[in-house]
Structure formats: structure tokens, C-alpha cells
């Protein structure tokens, strides 16, 4: 049975062994984007802050998901944490909900202040008077999602390498990116009939535009493609947190 | 009398039960095989065994952080692989490296007490005055002796029904030994039991009640300091002449360590170093006199 207390007592633990460390790389983010706006600030600075700010968020999340279970990497360690009382269930929620949600909300509100200190200091000390300038609700879930996605491979990663976790889940991203990348082209080749054809093709097409599509005499149904894809990267996400869940509870120390 | 005794060992609770379990790292070395075993409550187990007889292994088998291939491990009736959470929390196990997170004793309390439902932080308390623990030091600027009387003082603070611990004793000074056995001896109750690996069977000695001699990938023995002394006297003898009833001895400085049958009824205080040398050198025999 899911108890929400002990699934409190496991964040509570989490949140201690880690919390030394997550105000430490707030303060070295803060006075480093500061010092970065200061060099910088110009009418651009916007532009510059989301980009920086959302790849700051991600990676302290990939960082924060690939040494969510650090006490794995030990022995002693691992006994300590198998033995705690709580399910596994417990456990890994908790682990998923600080390594997710939580550390996203973290470094977001961090991001967004350093933002509206530097655009405030910014505009009395410069000739530059620029308003706040906040990115859109789709592209906060664009954002979200694709924190996620990654998320997940570092959430396994975790659970299944003992040394080093972010860097061989790095690798591990890379080679099935790569993989991906080739199963895609020989696909695109079998499917749209040869590689000189899709070389052929203007490619700043719209998505939807079936019309141009079927100018070329294609022999598949684009839009069950791209469904496919949908479903394939929903499920990708869900299935290493599955394996999460699994790996986490069959491992033995 | 004797029945009486069985009546009453009839009538504790089983705790812990392994039934025809193997267990295997890898498929050339079985570590157990076919192996059976019942932890009883109300006693304190000593687990003897050379080094690489699997005591460790046996403990992570107890307590479901290693799973095993066939047969069967119970903890309250509980399958230790499912590592339930009714028995995470009546079973406490130290290993022997032990692991305490970057904080300082308030901070651990913070993080561990509240998830064992009896936790007593005035049994904590006193545990740390009697080992002569500043609360307030980080963990990190402790030496290992004092992070190891910090996790003894949590682990009996926990109140578990089961307390298993591995090496307890490394890395104790000479008082923090005596200490901890006055504490153990004080804190064990009928409900509860203490399995106690070791190798360090001199520090231990006065603390065992029942003793547990693990070889070769069996249990050679698994009895009572009382049932021991009823079959098996330990004697100090000036020469081996003239001794027939001798069944083991042991060369020492001070003349022949030997073990007799108890024939007579008498009373000798068990070495367990001896039992263990006998015990593994004359498997057998020993299984016969215990009829194992």
C-alpha cells in the first residue's frame, strides 16, 4: 500500500543528501549568469536568457536524474538504502518526483529570478530600457516535455550503471540518437522509393501539407508516419521509467 | 527439566526461516546448497564461518538484498525478496563498511528515525553518552570507530524485533567492545533477536547465546551455548597421556585446550574458538554428537 508519508520520509532524504549541493550550483549559476549579463546586456538579452536558462534547467535536471539513486553505487550505501523502510514504489516516487518535477521548479524560479534581477540592475544602469519578456505557455510544454524525454534515459541510466552514471547514459544517447538517425534514413529510403527522390524533395514543405506529398507519388500515409513517430516517442520516455521501476526493484546488493 | 526446555524453545516465535535455499554467484561456485535454517526469537545468534563461507551472504539472503535461486527465505513469514515493508521495519542490518550520509547525528536523526515505527531517541541518546559521542560533529570528521558507535546506537535505538550485524566489533576500541555487549546483553528481549557475524569470536564470546558454524556451503552447527556444554566439555590438560576421551585439542602455551564428551554432567565454560576449529575439522563427528 502507497503511503504519502513514508513517500514524504524518502524525499526528506533524498532532499537532505542533495541539498548542500543544489544551493552550492545555485550560487555559482547565479553570480555566473549574472556576470555574463553584465558583459552582454543588450536588447537581445531575452533571447539569450531563454536559451541559457532552459539548457541551465535541463542540465541540472539530467544531473540531478542520473545521481538520484548515488546511494547505488555502493555497496554499504545500497544496503542502507534497500533496508530503509519504505516500499519500492515509495522509493522510486520519490526519486522520480525530486529528479523531475522538482528540480525543474528549482532551477526554473531560479532562472527566472537572475532573470528579473539582471533585466531590473540592467535597465538602471543602462541606456537599455527592456521589459520583461516571458516565453509562452506552449513553449514552457515544448520545454517541459523535452526536459522530460531526456530525463528518462538519465533516470535509467541511474539505475543500471554504477560508476559515472550521466556520462555513460550520455553515450548511451548519443549512440541511440545515431541509431535512430539510421533506422529513420532507411526508412525514408524504402518508403519514399529511393534516396535520390528525398534528395529531390523541397523540404520546406509544410508538415501537413499532403497535397505536395502525394505530388510526389508517395507510397505511405504521412500522417499515420508521424503518428507512429508520436506514439514511439511517448512510449520511449515511458518505458525507461518502466525499466526504472523494474530495474530498482530486482537489483541486488 | 529437559522437557520443559524443549517446550519453551518449542514456543518461540520463528523469525527467520531458510528452507532448501541455493544460492550461486555464478554457476561453477554454489555458495549454499540446499540450506535450511530457522532464527528463533529471544536469542543472540553468533554466525562463525572462515573467511569466503558466505556470512555475508547469508545475512543479504535474510534480509532480501540478494535473492535466492531456489527455496525459500521468510523474515516474519514475509518473502524476503519483496522486501515488505512490514519487515523493512522490524529488520536492521549493519553491515560491516558502514555508510552514513554527509550530515551530523541531529541531521541523520532528521533523516532516518521517523521510518522505524519504535524508534527511542533516549535509547539513542544514551547509547552515544555511553560510547562517549559528541552529537554535534559532522559524520565526516569522525573516525571510523565513532561513525561505527553512531549506526550501533541507531540500530539499537531502532528497537527492530531483528538486529543483525556484521563485524559489530571492527574497528571498536577495547572499552567501546565492552560496551557494546553490556549494551546488547541489556537491550535483547524475548521478541527480539541478535544475529551476530563474526570472526573476532573473543570479543563476542560472553555475548552468544546460540551458535552458528557455517562451511563449505552448509551449516555445521546451529546450537545453544546450553545444549553445547550438556554434550561437550572444554578442558585445559598438562599432556594428551593417558587420554582416551579426547576428541580435539589444541596446542596453546599454557598446556593442551582439549574437548572431552560430557559424560558426567559437568559444567565448562565453551571456547568458542575451539568449537569452531573442531567444528570444521571434524564435521562428521560433530554432526553425530548434535545429531544433525
Known amino acids: 500500500m502507497f503511503s504519502i508519508k513514508r513517500f514524504f520520509e524518502q524525499f526528506k532524504i533524498i532532499w537532505m543528501q542533495n541539498s548542500q549541493r543544489i544551493f552550492l550550483n545555485i550560487g555559482i549559476l547565479t553570480l555566473l549568469i549574472i ?61 522520480w518526483f525530486y529528479s523531475s518535477f522538482f528540480t525543474i521548479f528549482v532551477y526554473s524560479i531560479t532562472v527566472f529570478l537572475i532573470y528579473i534581477f539582471s533585466i531590473s540592475v540592467g535597465n538602471l544602469f543602462t541606456d537599455f530600457h527592456l521589459s520583461l519578456n516571458l516565453p509562452n505557455s506552449e513553449m514552457l510544454w515544448q520545454g517541459l516535455l523535452g526536459i522530460l524525454f531526456y530525463q528518462s534515459f538519465f533516470f535509467l541510466g541511474a539505475t543500471v550503471f554504477k560508476k559515472n552514471p550521466f556520462l555513460k547514459t550520455l553515450l548511451c544517447i548519443i549512440l541511440f540518437l545515431m541509431v535512430v538517425a539510421v533506422i529513420t534514413k532507411v526508412l525514408m529510403i524504402w518508403l519514399m522509393g529511393g534516396i535520390e527522390d528525398m534528395n529531390s ?53 | ?75 516474519f513469514g514475509i518473502d524476503t525478496k519483496k522486501r515488505h515493508v512490514n519487515m523493512l521495519e522490524e529488520i ?93 546483553a541489556e537491550l535483547i528481549g524475548d521478541d527480539r533477536c541478535i544475529i551476530l557475524s563474526t570472526h573476532q569470536v573473543r570479543d563476542l564470546e560472553s555475548l552468544i547465546d546460540t551458535v552458528i558454524i557455517l562451511d563449505d556451503s552448509h551449516i555445521l552447527m546451529n546450537n545453544t551455548i546450553d545444549q553445547i556444554c550438556k554434550r561437550i566439555v572444554f578442558k585445559t590438560l598438562g599432556s594428551l597421556d593417558n587420554q582416551p576421551d579426547v576428541i580435539y585439542s589444541e596446542f596453546t602455551p599454557k598446556g593442551y585446550l582439549a574437548v572431552t564428551p560430557n559424560m558426567d554432567g559437568s559444567d565448562s565454560k565453551v571456547d568458542l574458538e575451539i568449537l569452531f ?16
Open chain 1, 35 to 95: 556576470f555574463i549579463n553584465f558583459l552582454i546586456f543588450n536588447q537581445y538579452i531575452d533571447k539569450f536568457h531563454f536559451g541559457l536558462g532552459g539548457g541551465i534547467i535541463a542540465f541540472m535536471t539530467f544531473i540531478s536524474s542520473a545521481n538520484v539513486f548515488s546511494s547505488l553505487q555502493q555497496t554499504s550505501s545500497g544496503i542502507h538504502y534497500y533496508m530503509t523502510p519504505a516500499t519500492i514504489t515509495e522509493k522510486y516516487a520519490a526519486a
Open chain 2, 1 to 75: 527439566m529437559q522437557c520443559l526446555s524443549t517446550l519453551i524453545h518449542q514456543n518461540k516465535k520463528t523469525m527467520i526461516e531458510l528452507k532448501s535455499m541455493n544460492f550461486a554467484y555464478s554457476k561453477k561456485k554454489k555458495i549454499f546448497d540446499d540450506l535450511t535454517l530457522t532464527i528463533e526469537e529471544g536469542h543472540i545468534y553468533g554466525l562463525l564461518g572462515k573467511n569466503g563461507a558466505g556470512k555475508t551472504t547469508l545475512l543479504k539472503l535474510m534480509t532480501g538484498l540478494l535473492f535466492p535461486q531456489s527455496g525459500l527465505t521468510t523474515a
Open chain 2, 92 to 184: 536492521y542490518f549493519l553491515p560491516e563498511e558502514i555508510w552514513l550520509p554527509d550530515v551530523n547525528v541531529a541531521g541523520y536523526l532528521k533523516m532516518y528515525a521517523n521510518s522505524y515505527p519504535r524508534f527511542s531517541h533516549e535509547l539513542f541518546q544514551r547509547c552515544l553518552k555511553e560510547f562517549e559521542i559528541d552529537p554535534i560533529d559532522k559524520f565526516k570528521r569522525m573516525s571510523l570507530g565513532q561513525r561505527k558507535k553512531v549506526a550501533i546506537s541507531f540500530a539499537l535505538a531502532t528497537q527492530c524485533k531483528i538486529l543483525i550485524m556484521d563485524e559489530p566489533t571492527n574497528g571498536l576500541d577495547i572499552p567501546s567492545k565492552g560496551q557494546f555487549r553490556k549494551l546488547s
Open chain 1, 201 to 253: 524533395y523541397q523540404w520546406n514543405l509544410e508538415i501537413n501539407d499532403l497535397s505536395d506529398f502525394e505530388k510526389l507519388n508517395m507510397s505511405f500515409d504521412y500522417k499515420t508516419l508521424v503518428n507512429i513517430a508520436k506514439i514511439i516517442l511517448i512510449s520511449i520516455p515511458l518505458i525507461c521509467w518502466l525499466a526504472a521501476y523494474f530495474r530498482l526493484k530486482t537489483r541486488q546488493i
Open chain 2, 277 to 292: 576449529n573442531m567444528t570444521t575439522q571434524n564435521a562428521n563427528l560433530m554432526k553425530q554428537m548434535f545429531n544433525h
